[in-house]
């Protein structure tokens, strides 16, 4: 009976080579060789089961292997997150690197044991061959994971404690995470301006809107790269923390915390349950069109103008384009095809300039950048990353230059204007859409007090 310990050396290989590259691949996170690693690990799994079942002399082998390698796939895939929230309190991407080395160690010597003592081979080379190469995964494993940690920001833990450490020593927001306002507030605050008498010497009512897609509300601890937000508190403005997610943290999520629903809540004032804009293909209609096309048709404002780089938007609002279009409401959708976080943003930025730099400006005019979100994507939605500190001092540099544009407009001093800064989610390691207070807590800074 050599055969199942041929199988089995087979798999130690394949893992060990696994784990010389998985912990880059994890924490870098190269997509597609990711998907390779779970394939290798699966395949690794299931060479192990059939060297097994071989061992002792099971029917169908190869059936009852692939069950067990799926098996396996689901165990590691369900312990790897809950296993790492336990010991880190958060998914941070080493700790899963770490969880899932940990995890393959011991399925492998449990595995090698059962084998062994199926196969009834005396101790000899290749279980021993076995055994130090399963064994040689925990240093190799550290060691291609800690210039990786180094390389990429993550040694600090993303978790819920140092979160909250990080937001109390924040000390331009007037409420707590408790208090937090729903994310509709951003929909009230606007169409009260709008609705509101002209204050004395004014004659047109404003708004500009500075959306950061992806920046997380910890980030305003970033204080020397917050100067947008700076310059509106400085105008006697105020900063809130808000929620997105239909409910506050901790309480379940009634929509997922991305973009989409994210917009279109603040466009609507309504949440996912009432606007209906709840995936990538949603397509808003005629009931659920937003204040762009409906405060112009409330006689609230002549015109309005949304300048982003985000393709989605395209498709979310093409109805309520082409229902524009069509109307001769006169609503500027002002795309610019390009990289988010790159040249799409730069559009973004230039032609909100120009707006502004019309005599005849938009009197809404909402902006969406999508630094904070293409680099967190990229990198990791972390205070620390410095991709994510220079995508958040990128949103504050054109946030400045818009807001001096605005100042600068030769008819500002009769000009109501209402400039507020938002995000639509947050982001925890790669990604949003979940329920992690990281994901939830957003943010709404004004240059009025409310
Ligand atoms: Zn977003």
Request: hydrophobic letters at 45%.
């Amino acid at each position: 009976m050599k055969k199942p310990y041929l199988f089995a050396l087979i798999a130690s290989v394949l893992a060990l080579v696994t784990e010389c590259v998985y912990p880059t691949v994890f924490i870098q996170w190269i997509v597609p060789l990711y998907a390779v690693c779970i394939a290798v690990m699966a395949a690794a799994a299931f060479l192990l089961f059939y060297a097994l079942f071989t061992a002792k002399g099971s029917r169908k082998p190869a059936l009852k292997a692939l069950i067990g390698a799926a098996a396996y796939l689901a165990v590691l895939m369900a312990l790897t997150p809950v296993v790492n929230n336990v010991i880190f309190g958060s998914v941070a991407p080493w700790g899963s690197v770490l969880v899932n080395a940990l995890f393959n160690l011991v399925f492998w010597l449990v595995m090698l044991r059962l084998i062994r003592r199926a196969s009834g081979e005396p101790f000899k080379w290749k279980p021993l061959v076995c055994l130090i190469l399963v064994l040689a995964g925990v240093p190799v494993t550290i060691l291609t994971t800690v210039p990786n940690m180094k390389a990429t920001g993550f040694i600090v833990l993303d978790t819920v404690k140092n979160y909250e450490a990080r937001m109390d020593k924040i000390d331009i927001y007037q409420n707590t995470m408790e208090t937090a306002v729903p994310q509709t507030q951003v929909y009230d605050i606007i169409m009260e301006h709008l609705e509101a008498p002209l204050p004395a010497g004014k004659t047109e009512k404003k708004v500009l809107v500075l959306g950061w897609d992806g920046c997380r509300a910890d980030a305003m601890c970033l204080a020397e790269n917050r100067q947008a937000v700076d310059l509106l508190l400085a105008d006697g403005g105020s900063a809130y923390i808000a929620y997105c997610g239909g409910a506050n943290y901790p309480a379940p999520l009634k929509q997922v915390t991305a973009t989409i629903e994210g917009w279109t809540t603040m466009f609507t004032g309504m949440w996912g349950d009432g606007h209906g804009i709840t995936g990538f293909d949603s397509v808003n209609t005629a009931q659920t069109h937003t204040f762009f096309t409906a405060a112009i048709e409330q006689g609230l404002i002549d015109s309005s103008a949304f300048c982003f780089s985000w393709s989605g938007h395209l498709t979310t609002y093409g109805e309520e384009m082409e229902y524009d279009e069509a109307n001769n409401v006169n609503v500027s959708w002002l795309y610019s095809d390009g990289e988010e976080g790159g040249d799409g943003d730069e559009g973004t930025y230039q032609k909100a300039l120009a707006e502004l730099q019309k005599t005849d400006c938009p009197d809404l005019l909402f902006t969406v950048f999508e630094y904070c979100d293409y680099y967190g994507h990229t990198y990791g939605f972390w205070g620390e990353t410095p991709e994510y500190i220079e995508a958040f001092r990128r949103s504050n540099e054109k946030g400045v230059s818009l807001i001096e544009a605005v100042k600068a407009r030769p008819t500002y001093e009769t000009e109501d204007w209402l400039i507020l800064i938002t995000s639509d989610h947050g982001g925890y390691v790669r990604g949003h859409g979940g329920d992690t207070l990281m994901e939830r807590m957003m943010f709404i800074v004004t240059n009025k007090a409310w």
